[in-house]
T-cell receptor, first 114, second 114 residues
């Protein structure tokens, strides 16, 4: 069975601080995909990044970076120099190769204070 | 391209009634998935349709059903509404039917059952 765990329910930081959101997953599949989504107060989930199980290369996109480690089944997300606009709920998700029934973690609510 | 459109945005229904929610996917997307989001259970997968066929179904009672039309638009129906059905219902479309395709979400329909 697939499972995604985001142990951090809520995180509060002050603007310009760095913050890391943790994601741990479980799957028996050898081919799978990991995702991060952002849900701002408006409600729409916004796709941020996808990683496949064969690509452990870390990725950086502006202030965002992702660390994928198969050895620890983790796919963590770091925001550098956080801004108030980063305040949102962030979800980590997992899907296998054959299906679109993506499974989501419980989400981490990030609040960035000015 | 226009995004995923869900109608209506808000609904208030009474226990025992039924409700139909509508979703128009991104043009060209043939996969449509539905999710229920509640504070207690988080994001839970309801079902996924591809080319008018239900491919995957989550662990929800038979009161929850859906369908997809030839133009890829989808509807979700909940019969005999219960108080616990109050939630944000999110529709997502995808450009592929494999798990590597990111889901693109609409703003959701917030259903309140009284």
């Amino acid at each position: 069975a697939q499972k995604v765990t985001q142990a951090q329910t809520e995180i509060s930081v002050v603007e310009k601080e760095d913050v890391t959101l943790d994601c741990v997953y479980e799957t028996r599949d050898t081919t799978y995909y990991l995702f991060w989504y952002k849900q701002p107060p408006s409600g729409e989930l916004v796709f941020l990044i996808r990683r496949n199980s064969f690509d452990e290369q870390n990725e950086i996109s502006g202030r965002y970076s992702w660390n994928f480690q198969k050895s620890t089944s983790s796919f963590n997300f770091t925001i550098t120099a956080s801004q108030v606009v980063d305040s949102a709920v962030y979800f980590c998700a997992l899907s296998d190769y054959n299906n679109n029934d993506m499974r989501f973690g419980a989400g981490t609510r990030l609040t960035v204070k000015p | 391209k226009a995004g995923v459109t869900q109608t209506p945005r808000y609904l208030i229904k009474t226990r025992g009634q039924q409700v139909t929610l509508s979703c128009s996917p991104i043009s060209g997307h043939r996969s449509v998935s539905w999710y229920q989001q509640t504070p207690g259970q988080g994001l839970q997968f309801l079902f996924e349709y591809f080319s008018e066929t239900q491919r995957n179904k989550g662990n929800f009672p038979g009161r929850f059903s859906g369908r997809q039309f030839s133009n890829s638009r989808s509807e979700m129906n909940v019969s005999t509404l219960e108080l616990g059905d109050s939630a944000l219902y999110l529709c997502a479309s995808s450009g592929g039917y494999r798990g590597h395709s990111p889901l693109h979400f609409g703003n959701g329909t917030r259903l309140t059952v009284t």
